[in-house]
């Protein structure tokens, strides 16, 4: 079956690449978990799109990794969030509301399948993780605050 990588897949390829994988790898894995669309002539048109997102957040090299490392683990990033009368949030913060924290302090646009962070459903400081290269992840602090 013949698709249009959506975003990274390891031993596969990269967003906007076109790639032909079996029916059932397809079926039940690339297409539910939204990592591929089904390729077509519309769909095609789409793929300079994908790629444009894709350079945009693109790490060039070593040392673009190591000053954007710095640059994460420097800066402070503050996450506000409604919490109730016992301290804890409603809801948690996902990693939509961290990315958009990294972006808002940092300016730096990160892919969030880049990033591991735990659950956070309490008021507090926690540490997540961005894998920016094979060889540079950046440790990054996390102030979860009341809104």
């Known amino acids: 079956m013949k698709l249009i990588l959506t975003r990274e897949v390891a031993g596969l390829g990269q967003a906007g690449d076109v790639v032909t994988v079996k029916d059932g790898y397809a079926r039940n894995f690339l297409l539910p978990n939204g990592n591929a669309i089904a390729w077509s002539l519309g769909g095609e048109k789409q793929i ?33 969030a409604k919490v109730g009368g016992t301290g804890s949030l409603f809801g948690s913060v996902t ?11 940092v300016g730096i646009d990160i892919d969030r399948h880049r990033l591991k962070a735990p659950v956070m459903k309490k008021l507090g400081n926690y540490t997540a993780k961005v894998s920016l290269h094979a060889q540079v992840a950046a440790n990054i602090q996390v102030q979860v605050v009341a809104a």
């Open 48 to 80: 300079e799109g994908i790629r444009r997102a894709r350079s945009a957040r693109e790490i060039r090299d070593l040392d673009h990794a190591r000053e954007i490392k710095t640059a994460l683990e420097q800066a402070p990033i503050v996450v506000k």
């Open 95 to 105: 990693e939509k509301d961290l990315i958009a924290a990294i972006k808002s302090s």
